[in-house]
């Protein structure tokens, strides 16, 4: 299939149209022998609740971004090099079905490489997951341990430490993660508590970052509307 595309009109044109769509916010994306396999609606988990992204397979990248305009006009474009992707399968939670995980290596692919915890989204739960006593409020803020996902009040993460894997600055971690990095112990291994809620259709642990997935302001309702009903679709030749 992708050598019938390769170097077909079709699949210029598709790609143009790609760049076009994501504007001078997005990046170059024609390449020779880049081919756009596919393309569709996705749900992706992000940090408040799941919302719809615009995804596009090519055979080398994936590119994803907000829908502004559907089918005319994206924005806060990610690119994931395909090279080691592994999909992970997720399972089912109520109305999101088909879930899967993205994971890819970060930085020198020599080294070894742990994963980014699934964050559990904000409406998930109204308590503290760690003293299980403080409810979140205008006050009680909740914060994400960059460890474990879990959402803790600010008592229960006062701590950071330095998740080389993630970041080069020292990220906020809850008081039960810190005492068993500190300690020298796994807190995977160690941990109790429930794993962290995988409502999905897509997760990316590729090291995007994931701040505009809490900015709403540029999703307009007609970018909204009807993006679930649309079903993705497949390049097979020059149609």
Same mark, same amino acid.
């Given at each position: 299939? /992708?050598? +019938?595309?390769?170097?077909?009109?079709?699949?210029?044109?598709?790609? &143009?149209?790609?760049?076009?769509?994501?504007?001078? &916010? $997005?990046?170059?994306?024609?390449?020779?022998?880049?081919?756009?396999?596919?393309?569709?609606?996705? @749900?992706?988990?992000?940090?408040?609740?799941?919302?719809?992204?615009?995804?596009?397979?090519?055979?080398?990248?994936?590119?994803?971004?907000?829908?502004?305009?559907?089918?005319?006009?994206?924005?806060?474009?990610?690119?994931?090099?395909?090279?080691?992707?592994?999909?992970?399968?997720?399972?089912?939670?109520?109305?999101?079905?088909? $879930?899967?995980?993205?994971?890819?290596?970060?930085?020198?692919?020599?080294? &070894? /490489?742990?994963?980014?915890?699934?964050?559990?989204?904000?409406?998930?739960?109204?308590?503290?997951?760690?003293?299980?006593?403080?409810?979140? &409020?205008? /006050?009680?803020?909740?914060?994400?341990?960059?460890?474990? $996902?879990?959402?803790?009040?600010?008592?229960?993460?006062?701590?950071?430490?330095?998740?080389?894997?993630?970041?080069?600055?020292?990220? +906020?971690?809850?008081?039960?993660?810190?005492?068993?990095?500190?300690? !020298?112990?796994?807190?995977?291994?160690?941990?109790?508590?429930?794993?962290?809620?995988?409502?999905?259709?897509?997760?990316? @642990?590729? !090291?995007?970052?994931?701040?505009?997935?809490?900015?709403?302001?540029?999703?307009?309702?007609?970018?909204?509307?009807? @993006?679930?009903?649309?079903?993705?679709?497949?390049?097979?030749?020059?149609?």
């Amino acid at each position: 299939m /992708v050598d +019938r595309l390769v170097n077909s009109e079709a699949n210029a044109r598709r790609v &143009s149209n790609v760049e076009q769509c994501f504007g001078v &916010s $997005g990046q170059p994306l024609s390449v020779q022998g880049r081919v756009l396999v596919g393309e569709g609606v996705l @749900t992706k988990l992000c940090r408040k609740k799941p919302k719809p992204r615009q995804f596009f397979l090519f055979n080398d990248i994936l590119v994803y971004g907000n829908i502004v305009i559907n089918k005319k006009k994206y924005n806060k474009q990610h690119i994931i090099p395909l090279d080691d992707v592994k999909l992970q399968s997720v399972d089912d939670e109520e109305e999101l079905k088909n $879930g899967w995980m993205i994971k890819s290596p970060r930085g020198n692919k020599k080294q &070894s /490489v742990d994963d980014s915890p699934i964050w559990v989204p904000d409406s998930a739960t109204k308590m503290c997951m760690n003293c299980k006593k403080t409810e979140f &409020s205008f /006050v009680n803020r909740r914060h994400h341990c960059r460890q474990c $996902g879990q959402v803790v009040c600010g008592n229960c993460s006062t701590k950071k430490w330095l998740l080389a894997s993630q970041s080069s600055k020292e990220l +906020r971690v809850c008081d039960k993660c810190y005492e068993q990095l500190s300690s !020298g112990q796994d807190p995977a291994q160690n941990d109790t508590r429930p794993p962290p809620v995988q409502a999905n259709i897509n997760i990316d @642990t590729s !090291g995007e970052s994931s701040s505009d997935d809490d900015d709403d302001d540029d999703e307009t309702e007609q970018g909204k509307q009807n @993006t679930n009903e649309v079903e993705p679709t497949f390049y097979q030749g020059n149609q």
